[in-house]
C-alpha cells in the first residue's frame, strides 16, 4: 500500500535496552523527519534526513541514533532506552522544500519505557 | 531559529459557534506556515498552509486561516463549529537550517473541544 508506515505500532521496553522504531514511506520523498509527542511540548523534532545518507539533529537527538541507508527507510533507534523517552514517535516524509511541499505522517508508535 | 507559540492549549466553543484558534510565528521574514489537525489515535493531516500568493487561505472541512505580517500572526478559524472538528490542532513553521535544509518546527497544540 502507497504511503508512509511506523512499526511497531506499540512497544513496551525495559531501561537500558535498545529498541528500534521503523519507518517506511512508498513516495521516494527525499525529507524524512522523527518527532516525538509528548504532553505540553507539542511534537518535537528529533533527526531529520534530507536524503538517503544525509541527516541532521533536530532539537531534542540526545540518546537517539537515525539512519538512511535506502531512501524509503528511515529507522530511528534508541541505544539505550530510558522512561522520559516513553513517548508517541512520528515519522514523516515531504517531496522537497518550499512553501507548496507538505509533509505526511505515519500514524505513530507508541513507546512505554519501564 | 524560527519558532511558533500557540495561545490557549484547550479551546472549547459551543457547536455552530465560531472556532478562533490562535498562532504567531517569529520571523523577520515571511516564513513557511502550516496548520496540522490530530484527531485521536492518528497521525497529524494538513489542514492548510500559507502560500505568499494569498494572505487568506482556505483549508479542508471549512477551515481558514489568514497571515497577518503587521502582528505576525496565523490565526486559524472556522464560522460554524462541527463535532467532528474535536481534535488537536497544530501550528507549525518552516525553518531553513545552516546546512539550507528545510525543518517543520512546530507550535505545542490547542485541544479543540465542541460543546453540543
Known amino acids: 500500500d502507497a504511503g508512509i508506515t511506523q512499526s511497531p505500532r506499540y512497544k513496551i521496553t525495559e531501561t537500558g535496552r535498545q529498541v528500534t522504531l521503523m519507518c517506511h514511506q512508498t513516495?521516494?520523498?527525499?525529507?524524512m523527519f522523527w518527532y516525538r509527542q509528548d504532553l505540553g511540548h507539542g511534537l518535537r523534532l528529533i533527526y531529520y534526513?534530507?536524503?538517503?545518507?544525509?541527516?541532521d539533529k533536530g532539537e531534542v537527538p540526545d540518546g537517539y541514533v537515525v539512519s538512511r541507508s535506502k531512501t524509503e527507510n528511515f529507522p530511528l533507534t534508541l541505544e539505550s532506552a530510558t522512561r522520559s523517552q516513553t513517548s508517541v514517535y512520528f515519522c514523516?516524509?515531504?517531496?522537497?522544500?518550499?512553501?507548496?511541499?507538505?509533509?505526511?505522517f505515519g500514524q505513530g508508535t507508541r513507546l512505554t519505557v519501564v | 531559529a524560527q519558532s511558533v507559540t500557540q495561545l490557549g492549549s484547550h479551546v472549547s466553543v459551543s457547536e455552530g459557534a465560531l472556532v478562533l484558534l490562535r498562532c504567531n510565528y517569529s520571523?523577520?521574514?515571511?516564513?513557511?506556515l502550516f496548520w496540522y489537525v490530530q484527531y485521536p489515535n492518528q497521525g497529524l493531516q494538513l489542514l492548510l498552509k500559507?502560500?505568499?500568493?494569498?494572505?487568506l487561505v482556505k483549508g479542508i472541512n471549512g477551515f481558514e486561516a489568514e497571515f497577518k505580517k503587521s502582528e505576525t500572526s496565523f490565526h486559524l478559524t472556522k464560522p460554524s463549529a462541527h463535532m467532528s472538528d474535536a481534535a488537536e490542532y497544530f501550528c507549525?513553521?518552516?525553518?531553513?537550517?545552516?546546512?539550507?535544509?528545510?525543518?517543520?518546527?512546530f507550535g505545542t497544540g490547542t485541544r479543540l473541544t465542541i460543546i453540543p
Open positions: 507549525a513553521v518552516s525553518d531553513l537550517t545552516n546546512f539550507g535544509n528545510e525543518k517543520l518546527t
Open positions: 520571523s523577520s521574514v515571511p516564513p513557511y
Open positions: 534526513s534530507a536524503a538517503a545518507d544525509i541527516t
Open positions: 500559507y502560500t505568499s500568493a494569498a494572505t
Open positions: 514523516a516524509s515531504r517531496p522537497g522544500q518550499g512553501e507548496n511541499t507538505e509533509a505526511f
Open positions: 513516495w521516494s520523498h527525499s525529507y
